[in-house]
């Protein structure tokens, strides 16, 4: 058929397919470019939603960090120190936005330490629970190999007291025969916290913190598998 069409109706049709075969190359070259632009674009977008979090979650862990040292600084070595360390905890534990849910202390005597903790209180003062121990306890096993002034981040999976909730702890040994003092924050409040941190990203996003060995709060999309070994795996 194609063979009795004039020369100008095949020059037509030739000119028509050549046009078509065009336009989709033409097509496939830009959906090309442009999915490898927003390609790049959410990568760029992605990576910048990693730093922010990243310094948030690290600027959050500072300010416990300074937290514990001025509290700290408030145990001198008197013997009513302890009442005012308990005044000023109990303030800097009712603020709303703080990640810390217990202050710890332990404080030399004779025979072994004195052993104080402050919690999260719902009222104006804080919840105490002191006693005597001969050592430091197994569950604030890294306090023992802290120089003077030197401090570490730990996990315990089951903190000392009456409310065991596995915590991310900062310990601090203070200066001469002053003893130490930690800071708990909970896994449920940190894990609440970078919920929040993340509810308004524009990506499915999740969060986690962890230790070299345990994770110990994730929030976001991912997080019931990150802590819950029983929980499904996403893929």
Excluded at 149 to 155: G, L
Excluded at 156 to 163: I, N, V
């Amino acid at each position: 058929m194609f063979g009795q069409w004039s020369l100008r109706r095949r020059l037509t049709v030739a000119v028509v397919l050549y046009t078509a075969v065009s336009l989709i190359v033409i097509v496939l070259l830009i959906l090309n470019i442009a999915v490898r632009f927003v390609g790049e674009q959410t990568q760029d977008a992605l990576t910048a939603l990693n730093r922010s979090t990243a310094a948030a979650i690290t600027g959050e862990l500072r300010s416990v960090e300074t937290l514990t040292y001025a509290l700290g600084g408030v145990l001198d070595g008197q013997r009513d120190s302890i009442l005012s360390l308990w005044q000023t905890a109990s303030y800097s534990l009712r603020q709303p936005d703080v990640l810390v849910q217990r202050i710890g202390t332990l404080q030399p005597v004779s025979g072994g330490y004195r052993l104080n903790l402050f919690r999260r209180p719902l009222t104006v003062t804080a919840p105490r629970q002191k006693n005597t121990v001969r050592a430091i306890p197994a569950e604030l096993a890294p306090l023992v190999d802290l120089a003077l002034s030197e401090s570490v981040w730990f996990y315990s999976a089951d903190p000392y007291g009456t409310t065991r909730t596995p915590s991310l702890i900062y310990a601090l040994r203070l200066p001469g025969t002053r003893g130490y003092i930690w800071a708990e924050i909970t896994g449920p409040r940190l894990a609440e916290w970078l919920e929040t941190l993340t509810e308004n990203s524009p990506y499915p996003y999740g969060a986690v913190v962890t230790t070299a060995e345990q994770v110990v709060a994730a929030g976001g999309r991912g997080a019931a598998a990150l802590t819950d070994p029983q929980a499904d795996r996403c893929p």
